[in-house]
């Protein structure tokens, strides 16, 4: 990161580089995060600005915050790369646990006066010095629970995946517990409807105090495959819906037409409370994850980074991807994967015939940037990205890299 593209004091009081995605759906919260390295590259740029040269050739001069907007949207008008919003808006140096933020109505100005690219929130007077400070006047604002500042990315374009992708090892699915039958003898499930669950390991699912009531339902296990080395990264298993534990699983004492005491197996009683799909027996139950809380702040990575691209989220069929599409890379956390790293998409450059050539020699064209991509969840081997910008068709095999 060159220390010469980084924000002033002025916009670390601004605004706050820990701007985070607000309230998610299925228990996804945010939170405000800014780590120590962050908070040092802050403390190191608070007299320098950003260079003109870093600005979009049509930067606007002022811009008026508006309701739908995001923080990377707004960072593409005033930045060649969107993803560097931390550096524009910097962080608050004052209260990291409370970092401001920007609402709808706000209004931006871009000062260029002193060769440097400044962010204010007040204009400066061409007859005046330009000032780095911030004329704070104090106000009340109400609202509702649910946060108003921008999210840095639109919510509904992640909120569907955050949830769903799970990576497993088969063996875990496959001895995970099972729907067994549903009320009436119904071939399939939707929400509302009664079914019931066995599990073959200890006591079976148990209701009992403190103890995990909802499960997410999975079918399959899809093997995602290295496209370089064929190697099997984990299992990418379907999900269909959600379920309550509503009654434990357990056996029950009868007396057989012999006069012989039975005893029956009574299987767990479940609820669907959310299907995506319609749900049938033998879908395997895994517990709901812990609440999660996600920030959002994308960066680039620190060290070189090389990966592919190894399926598109919901078919195994599908090989090409194209804008606001999710795909799993080969890449991890073993592969030092984080939330919000965003990476270049490149496209294999093609083998051509030389023409000018009289041998016709075959000559390799250099790969090409073909999109941005942004990581959001990461799995030891495999992490989820949604994709920000797509140039030409995307495809299973295409290469990620750090993104200049």
């Known amino acids: 990161m060159k220390m010469a593209n980084l924000p002033v004091q002025s916009l670390i009081k601004l605004l706050g580089a820990a701007l985070c995605l607000g309230a998610l759906t299925g228990g996804l919260q945010a939170q405000y995060v800014t780590t120590p390295a962050q908070k040092a590259t802050a403390e190191q740029v608070a007299q320098t600005g950003v260079a003109l040269s870093e600005l979009a050739p049509n930067a606007p001069d002022n811009y008026t915050v508006k309701a739908g907007d995001t923080l990377w949207a707004i960072s593409g008008l005033f930045l060649k790369s969107p993803w560097r919003w931390p550096e524009l808006w910097g962080m608050n140096l004052q209260e990291i646990r409370n970092p ?63 949830a769903e992708p799970i990576i497993v090892d088969e063996k875990t699915l496959l001895t995970a517990p099972r729907i067994v039958a549903s009320q009436e003898g119904r071939i399939m499930l939707t929400r509302g409807d009664r079914g019931y669950a066995r599990s073959d390991k200890g006591d079976g699912l148990l209701l009992t ?44 004492d009868s007396t057989g037409k012999d006069g012989k005491t039975v005893t029956d197996i009574v299987p767990a009683t479940i609820d669907i409370v959310n299907s995506k799909e319609e ?11 812990a609440r999660q809380f996600m920030s959002y702040v994308p960066h680039a990575p620190q060290t070189a980074t090389e990966g592919r ?9 599908v090989r090409f991807a194209t804008q606001n599409q999710v795909v799993a890379l080969n890449l991890g956390k073993d592969n030092g994967m984080e939330v919000g790293l965003v990476l270049a998409i490149l496209k294999d450059g093609t083998i051509v015939k030389d023409r000018t050539d009289a041998k016709l020699a075959d000559i390799k064209l250099p790969n090409e940037r073909n999109g941005l991509l942004m990581v959001f969840r990461v799995f030891d081997k495999v992490s989820y990205a949604l994709i920000l910008q797509a140039y030409d068709g995307l495809q299973v095999g295409d290469r990620v890299t750090n993104p200049r």
């Open 279 to 289: 749900i049938k027996t033998n879908d395997r139950l895994l517990p709901e994850p």
């Open 209 to 252: 105090k403190g103890s995990e009531t909802l499960y997410r339902i999975f079918r399959n296990a899809t093997p995602l495959k290295d496209p370089g080395t064929g190697k099997v990264l984990g299992y990418e298993a379907q999900y269909v819906g959600t379920a309550e534990l509503v009654r434990s699983e357990g056996t029950q």
């Open 100 to 162: 401001h933020r920007i609402y709808p109505g706000q209004q931006l100005f871009l000062d260029k006066s002193s060769g440097r690219a400044v962010l204010r929130t007040t204009k400066t007077n061409d007859e005046t010095p330009p000032s780095d400070t911030v004329k704070v006047t104090p106000r009340t604002r109400y609202g509702t629970l649910a946060d108003a500042s921008l999210p840095t990315l639109a919510p509904t374009l992640i909120e569907p995946f955050l």
């Open 309 to 317: 691209i190894v399926s598109v989220y919901g078919s195994n069929l």
